[in-house]
């Protein structure tokens, strides 16, 4: 493989993420989207079996599902996403105020959504999709136009390729690994690999090492030295990515020593199920960032588009609602550019977040009048200022005991969390 030069001065011996140039941008976004589309998404959720009896799933239907290898190839052979619109994508992304996205390149069926060279189970190869269209190279033009970063998630887990379960071939299937994925990065640029799939707890066939791992991420790395990956690369949980993926959970504190994302879906599942209109509600979904970015962590919010392409409405409004909470009154500053504070305990009453000298309190529980709302203090500051974001209403602010009172002159300004915004001194 032909690599480029290291990056001035990006020695990955010594590159920490938590302060590198190349994780800053990923640092400041805070928020994107996640997309599951597939050769599942044909399936919409539910396979119809022989005797009339319905099975259901999403992305996983393959397995969970038992569906057999050329019936699933047959479903693939009808995949035509022709309705797929790139910056319809990348306009609900903008709208939701996320800032990058990360679309499934080839998740555990094998089906490559680009037009790989190393197999034909792809969707150029292995569709009823246009010829010409390459839905990756579109998004990626989508995505530029719009200064939202692209990313890739990618299995290394296949339940296609012949070569995966057998140690004895595995090499082969691994070389097939590595130049499809230099085909991706050299095709689209991607900002990010997001990789999945490396687990073997229950897996047994799946012989994915940390060392495994280490010798993809730095031929990533030779590749384009400014690429993020998540520490699925190795083994999960062994932090030798750039960050961790919490999965449908949010820590219930800051992450000591890792920078971390959270992953979750806008209903119960990845890929598209069309019977499932479980959907979580905007003043959930916005509280969640809230909590994410108090905590220091990026929130990966997943929408599935169904066969035709289409993301589905109640994604689209969830996440407009989303944004629209973001850019009022200047309140996405308690969650772009910010974390943790390193100040003050996370309050019952809502979240936290810092950002130099500023303090985000977005409460969610607005006090009674009159009543303060209690901030404790971790470390030593002092208050020089406090507003609410909008309604400019006064805050009354008094040391109290083990921290600060904010007491509010009136009501909430937003439903979904009120930001008081604190200017701040450490005291050294
Ligand atoms: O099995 C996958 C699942 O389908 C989905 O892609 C999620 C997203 O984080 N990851 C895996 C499970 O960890």
Request: charged fraction near 25%; hydrophobic fraction near 35%.
């Amino acid at each position: 493989p032909t690599a480029r030069e290291p990056g001035p001065g990006t020695d990955y011996a010594t590159d920490d993420p938590f302060t590198s140039a190349r994780t800053d941008w990923w640092r400041q976004d805070r928020f994107g989207m996640f997309i599951h589309f597939g050769a599942y998404s044909q399936l919409e959720g539910e396979y119809r079996r022989a005797d009339g009896t319905v099975c259901r799933d999403a992305e996983w239907i393959k397995r969970n599902c038992q569906i057999p290898m050329s019936e699933y190839e047959d479903a693939a052979q009808d995949f035509n996403p022709s309705s797929f619109d790139a910056k319809a994508v990348v306009k609900a992304a903008k709208d939701a105020g996320q800032r990058y996205i990360v679309i499934t390149s080839k998740h555990h069926d094998g089906y490559a959504m680009w037009p790989t060279k190393q197999n034909t189970w792809n969707l150029r190869d292995h569709s009823s999709f246009d010829q010409r269209r390459d839905i990756l190279a579109e998004l990626k033009s989508a995505a530029d136009a719009a200064g939202i970063k692209l990313g890739f998630y990618y299995s290394i887990w296949d339940w296609h390729d012949p070569d995966f379960a057998d140690p004895a071939t595995f090499p082969r299937y691994e070389k097939r690994m590595y130049a499809q994925l230099k085909e991706l990065v050299d095709s689209y640029h991607p900002a990010l690999l997001w990789f999945d799939g490396e687990w073997d707890a229950d897996n047994p066939t799946n012989r994915w090492s940390a060392q495994d791992g280490e010798r993809l991420q730095s031929y990533l790395h030779g590749l384009d030295p400014d690429l993020i990956t998540n520490n699925r690369v190795g083994k999960r949980r062994v932090v030798d990515g750039d960050y961790g993926t919490p999965e449908q959970e949010i820590p219930d504190a800051p992450v000591d020593g890792q920078l971390w994302e959270s992953c979750m879906t806008l209903n119960g599942h990845w890929g598209f199920a069309k019977y499932d209109q479980d959907w979580k509600s905007p003043t959930t979904l916005t509280r969640n960032l809230l909590d994410i970015a108090g905590r220091g962590g990026n929130y990966l919010l997943n929408v599935g588009p169904d066969k035709l392409g289409r993301v589905p409405q109640p994604s689209v409004d969830r996440l407009r609602e989303i944004g629209s909470w973001l850019r009022t009154s200047g309140q996405g500053r308690a969650v772009y550019g910010a974390g943790a504070t390193g100040l003050v305990d996370e309050p019952s009453w809502g979240a936290v977040s810092r950002s130099g000298d500023r303090l985000y309190a977005s409460v969610t529980s607005w006090p009674a009048a009159g009543q303060p709302l209690h901030l404790t203090a971790k470390a030593p500051f002092t208050v020089t200022g406090a507003r609410v974001l909008g309604s400019g209403q006064r805050v009354e602010v008094a040391k109290a005991g083990d921290g600060f009172d904010l007491t509010p002159s009136g009501g909430p300004a937003d439903d979904i969390a009120s930001v008081i915004e604190l200017t701040v001194k450490p005291v050294p």
